[in-house]
């Protein structure tokens, strides 16, 4: 098997997302006390998220881009309150930032370091983790989102936009991800070969099981140590 290349989720494979996503919730709730309380007291945080699953559900077109359904229920929720200059951008701002204080997995940085010094690496993400603000951005030779892209994971359009920005062929590349239908299924619908990250130690049963099966990417790297030249 020739892999010249990875491509890597982000969100619950490099980090657990869902605590920085409650924490930004909770920031974007406290700006909203402090400086709309009435916007605070209609929607609180529950009601702002069932809200954004209304966006979402609404508006199918987006349903790749999360930070413009955010930016809607911004807009929804203070409109609703009789507010149509809604401080968008300052909110989004603050829930975004909020969103990229994430903690790593203990094996990540490490594993990320081995992995490229091996291969380049591309990021293929339907959420809107920031590289540059998590600090990770330089061991990444191309990042793609969903929102950017303008498609999301499992279309295959995103995986072969990685491949065309990586310059090689899907074939050559190594998916890794968490979401068995996002990323592996996704992956190996677009010819890539594909390697699921299973840090709960489930049971795989999503058809044709994945090229490869690792717990953490720690054995990620063990295995392109071994199995990978080194190659630019």
Known sequence: MLI??????LDDTLWPVLPALIEAEHCADRWLKEHHPAVASAWPIQ???????????????????????????????????GIEDAPVEELWRIYYVARNNVELYPDSLAALERIAAKVPIASVSNGNADLEMIGLHHLFKARLSAGRVGFAKPDPKIFLAAAHELGVSPAEILHVGDDPLLDVVGAREAGLRTVWLNRTGERWSHGPTPDFEFADMTALADWIDNSVDARR
């Open 4 to 9: 010249r290349a990875v491509s890597l989720d």
């Open 47 to 81: 009601a702002m998220r069932e809200l954004r699953e209304k966006i979402s559900s609404d508006y199918p077109h987006l349903a790749h881009d999360f930070s413009e359904q955010r930016r809607l229920t911004i807009r929804h929720a203070f409109a609703t309150c």
